[in-house]
């Protein structure tokens, strides 16, 4: 609903004009009158004024002035001139200040209805218009986090980036990153704790995780990151404060030119700079619980501004380290890049540091590792024996398959027993002995007419997917607790596959006591051998079959013995009793009395 106000110097003419009109019909929710150009603009102080009708020739301030007036101020206003002259100066004047319409006087009011009509539709048109705007904007400003991961993602997975792609993409994203700037790689691998949350890729362990790193560098480095394709995150680095330029950059060409004559001046203060950050930061950094110390950036391309801003940056790394352990009760692994050129460094230097990750498994969790760049080959054949181990026979498979689960279980313990053993473990090292595992549930499973994903439910990694374990010890957590699952759901079949044998054996017995029944009568009705059915209903029942015969006989020949009308050896052939005298001798000692004492007692 809109606001109109009606400006003429009659008051008449305002007033009948105000009243005369159905203005609510129209969309208008209040009318608001004025009889000189000042009273217009005191109004219009007060009010959110929408549409303004006035007349063009008043005392002191005219139609146009105050048109021209109100343009100066609020430009939303739609103006609509009344006069009782057509002149085209007018006409000229009117529309160089904008005037949305002109009518003639004397005015019929459905004239002003109907051009108040295409002023409402006009306001509803520009404020759909702005809505529109304002969403298109809001889905941009929430875009922008996404746009920004993804164009790191690219830049990470990719050597060469077209320039003009590459500028089109960054002003998209809003980075403000220019070509050339030195630029530093964080790598964080989520790890062991984190009892709060699902899974390590929930998307609040992230959010937390990333809320701390923007606090902890926020003073001293712009932040950006992703998730990369092995689920780590990893953090764009780059100085706030520009000194830490990569050398033959523009961005350096131009500090050295403008700073030429004065470079001697600022030497010792960037030495000052870099002895107060070293103060604080510890000479020599250790990959956790592994004892091998963690290589520090050598020459570095900035010199000993890069250097420092290193210092700095590992400083801090360190705590993020230490604050996540604190707030957020897990542990992280954390791997600092050597410095480089943005952009057409970040791959290298992003290969480089997942590398040196990568390659440091074991069973240590909480490393902190400076990549320096030099040479960290792969080890080679001598220390990558195959793992004796996990290959001997019989396999696991075999051994799931027999039902031999200590076996089993022992086996892979003999597994990662050697693995620990060992000085290098990769990642790959760790998916091997997963896959394995894996493959022999999943044959287990199937045979079983199961999913292995089904078996393990919630809480843990199907073995269809590509969760990364981290250490040794996840995955041998993993595999014990898959194992004593699949156990579980393989004994809990067999319960359940058994309970169906019993009630088929019972339901046939119920229905053939007064007939001839015997083992191999009831096997053969089951499909299972003799001696086979006789262990499974004794363990599942803790009763006999025979036993069950007997005690179904018996129950049946003392209700049959109720019936006087029954002669006692016609009792003992319908339970298919060879001779009464038979009949009797059981009777007589499973009951305690012959069968015709127990009549007469009854």
Known sequence: MYHLLLVDDEPAVADNLAVSIDWEALGIAAVHKAYSGTEALAVLEREAIDILVTDIRMPGMSGLELIARIGRRRKRIRCVLLTGYSEFDYAKQAIRLGTADYLLKPLRNDDLVATVRRQIEALDAEWSDIASRER??????????????????????????????????????????????????????????????????????????????????????????????????????????????????????????????????????????????????????????????????????????????????????????????????????????????????????????????????????GFFLTDSGGEDPAPGDETLPVLHSLYEPPSLHHLLEAGRWDEALRKLEAAFAELHARSYVSQEHLLEVYYYVSHALIQLSHKNNRLLQDILQRGMPAAAGTQPFQSLDQLRAWCRAALERVREDTRSEARGSRAGIIQRVQAFVLQGLERELSLQTIADHVYLHPVYLSKVYKLETGESLSDYLLRLRMERAAALLGDPALRIHEIAGRLDYATPSYFIKVFKKYHGLTPQEFRNRG
């Not at 362990?205 to 923007?214: D, H, K, S, Y």
């Not at 950006?224 to 033959?248: I, T």
């Not at 590992?314 to 943005?342: D, H, K, M, T, W």
Request: proline residues 5%; charged residues 30%.
């Open 136 to 365: 298109a904007e809001r889905v941009r400003r929430d875009s922008l986090p996404l746009l920004r991961r993804d164009v790191l993602l690219g830049l990470l997975s990719s050597r060469n980036v077209p320039h003009e792609r590459l500028r089109e993409r960054l002003e998209a994203a809003e980075l403000g990153l220019a070509p050339g700037e030195a630029c530093t790689l964080l790598l964080v691998r989520v790890e062991e704790g984190f009892r709060n949350y699902e899974s390590l890729q929930h998307p609040l362990l992230e959010f937390g995780l990333c809320n701390i790193a923007e606090e902890l560098f926020a003073d001293s480095f712009r932040l950006l990151h992703c998730r990369d394709e092995h689920d780590y995150l990893v953090f764009l680095l780059m100085p706030l404060d520009g000194a830490e330029r990569a050398p033959g950059s523009e961005a350096d060409a131009r500090e050295t030119e403008e700073g030429a004559r004065d470079t001697e001046g600022r030497a010792p203060k960037a030495a000052a700079g870099a002895r107060g950050t070293d103060a604080h930061t510890p000479d020599t950094q250790f990959a956790a619980g592994t004892g091998m110390q963690a290589n520090r950036p050598g020459d570095s391309p900035g010199g000993a501004s890069d250097s420092r801003h290193q210092a700095r940056l590992e400083n801090i790394a360190a705590q993020l380290q230490e604050s996540v352990r604190q707030y957020l009760n897990g542990r992280i692994s954390v791997v600092v890049s050597r410095p480089g050129r943005f952009p057409e460094e970040l791959h290298a230097r992003y290969q480089s540091a997942i590398g040196l990750l990568r390659r440091r498994i074991g069973s240590q969790t």
